[in-house]
């Protein structure tokens, strides 16, 4: 209770908790609504169609959809990750599925690869990349215009 209350006195809208199954988040949930913020589903490429129409189902705020099975940052040889066409087909199943926004994460650094997933989701989540460019010390309003523009 003391969470969600602080969490919504200081502008949070909701959280993204990984690791919680969404049988057992009954409590959060009821934490969270109480105070009007919402608790992030997350679905993956390998997510079984029964269980995703039920994650896209619960879900509040928007659902984020990785875009690879693994853990978030670069691909192996450093550089952003292509999207193929059956990222963007998954994309477009989560989308049918679900009734809140869908926003595609994990590896997302390049203006081509939000270019690639526009029309397929309804927003992006650069969570690493803007870490990272923090970490490097660059302006993070250049690489946020740089992911729009190019």
């Given at each position: 209770?003391?969470?969600?209350?602080?969490?919504?006195?200081?502008?949070?809208?909701?959280?993204?908790?990984?690791?919680?199954?969404?049988?057992?988040?009954?409590?959060?949930?009821?934490?969270?609504?109480?105070?009007?913020?919402a608790?992030?589903?997350?679905?993956?490429?390998?997510?079984?169609?029964?269980?995703?129409?039920?994650?896209?189902?619960?879900?509040?705020?928007?659902?984020?959809?990785?875009?690879?099975?693994?853990?978030?940052?670069?691909?192996?040889?450093?550089?952003?990750?292509?999207?193929?066409?059956?990222?963007?087909?998954?994309?477009?199943?989560?989308?049918?599925c679900s009734?809140?926004?869908v926003?595609?994460g994990?590896?997302?650094?390049?203006?081509?690869?939000?270019?690639?997933?526009?029309?397929?989701?309804?927003?992006?989540?650069?969570?690493?990349?803007?870490?990272?460019?923090?970490?490097?010390?660059?302006?993070?309003?250049?690489?946020?215009?740089?992911?729009?523009?190019?």
């Open positions: 209770e003391v969470l969600p209350r602080a969490a919504a006195a200081a502008g949070v809208a909701g959280f993204i908790v990984p690791d919680l199954p969404c049988e057992e988040s009954a409590d959060l949930n009821q934490a969270l609504d109480v105070q009007g913020l608790r992030v589903q997350m679905v993956t490429p390998v997510t079984p169609a029964p269980r995703l129409a039920m994650l896209c189902r619960e879900a509040k705020g928007f659902v984020y959809a990785v875009t690879m099975t693994g853990t978030t940052g670069k691909s192996k040889n450093g550089l952003a990750a292509e999207v193929s066409p059956e990222v963007l087909e998954y994309m477009d199943r989560v989308r049918r009734t809140v926004p926003c595609a994990f590896g997302i650094r390049s203006h081509e690869q939000v270019t690639r997933f526009a029309g397929h989701v309804d927003g992006v989540v650069v969570g690493s990349a803007l870490v990272e460019t923090l970490e490097r010390g660059e302006d993070v309003k250049a690489f946020l215009e740089s992911l729009r523009r190019g």
